[in-house]
Structure formats: structure tokens, C-alpha cells
């Protein structure tokens, strides 16, 4: 019996179906969730969201919100997501490059904390689409 899943991010709705087996990177390690799960709230970190459904996969690489888990629904509210399979690894290469050099600079800790959130945002996004493309 699969559970109602929707995953919304400021801009779009990414998914909205049922689904069987859900995997998200929360801000202590990965969950994973399944149909009749404890209800839980929790913090998501940059990472992939995997949502098994009807025989298939989708990925999504989500940047950070919160996951609510209830016995008759998930809902997942990203900050930032987007598919795994629009992830553009030299735009993730070069926003990289620029935190890291911003990070080499001479920086207030308000600026330090900022620019070490987007590092590991493109880390994650650069990550998962290498897997993707199996360089990973």
C-alpha cells in the first residue's frame, strides 16, 4: 500500500503521486521511509531525494527544507529542488569554484557561513550527477 508523496520547492512542484519506498538526506543522515512509517518532522540537508514508485525511480536533488511524515501522507518543502537529470554538472563545477574562492578571501562569519552552505550545495548537486551519469 504506498503512501501520498508530494515534493514542492519555492518555484515548482516537483512530484505529487504515491509512492513506495522514499530515501531523503536529512540533517543527520539518510532516511529512508516506507508506507505506515512513525510520524516525523525533520530538517533535509543538500542531497538526492529517491522516491520508488509503481516499478520505477525518480531522483531529485533537493537543497535543504523540511520533511513531514504522517501515517496518510509525506510532504517534502525544498528550499531549492530540482530533477537529478537537469543538473548541469559544469554550472554545479563552476558555482564550486567560486564558493571556494570566496571561501579563500577575506570574509565576515555572516559571509563565511553563506558561502560554506552554497559549497556544499554544489558538492551535493556535483555528486549526484556524477552518479547519475555514472562517474560518480
Do not use: C, W
Request: charge should be negative.
Amino acid at each position: 500500500m504506498p503512501i501520498p508523496l508530494r515534493v514542492v520547492s519555492v518555484e515548482e512542484s516537483l512530484f505529487e503521486g504515491e509512492a513506495d519506498f522514499i530515501v531523503a538526506t536529512g540533517s543527520d543522515g539518510e532516511l529512508g521511509i516506507l508506507p505506515n512509517h512513525a510520524p516525523l518532522l525533520t530538517t533535509l540537508a543538500p542531497g538526492p531525494l529517491m522516491i520508488r514508485h509503481s516499478g520505477s525511480e525518480d531522483v531529485l536533488f533537493v537543497g535543504g527544507g523540511f520533511m513531514e511524515v504522517l501515517p496518510d501522507r509525506v510532504t517534502v518543502l525544498a528550499d531549492v529542488a530540482e530533477r537529478a537529470e537537469d543538473i548541469s554538472e559544469e554550472a554545479a563545477e563552476e558555482a564550486r569554484k567560486r564558493a571556494q574562492d570566496a571561501l579563500a578571501g577575506d570574509l565576515s562569519p555572516l559571509e563565511q557561513a553563506q558561502m560554506t552552505g552554497v559549497l556544499e550545495m554544489a558538492e551535493a548537486r556535483l555528486r549526484l550527477s556524477r552518479v547519475r551519469r555514472g562517474r560518480g
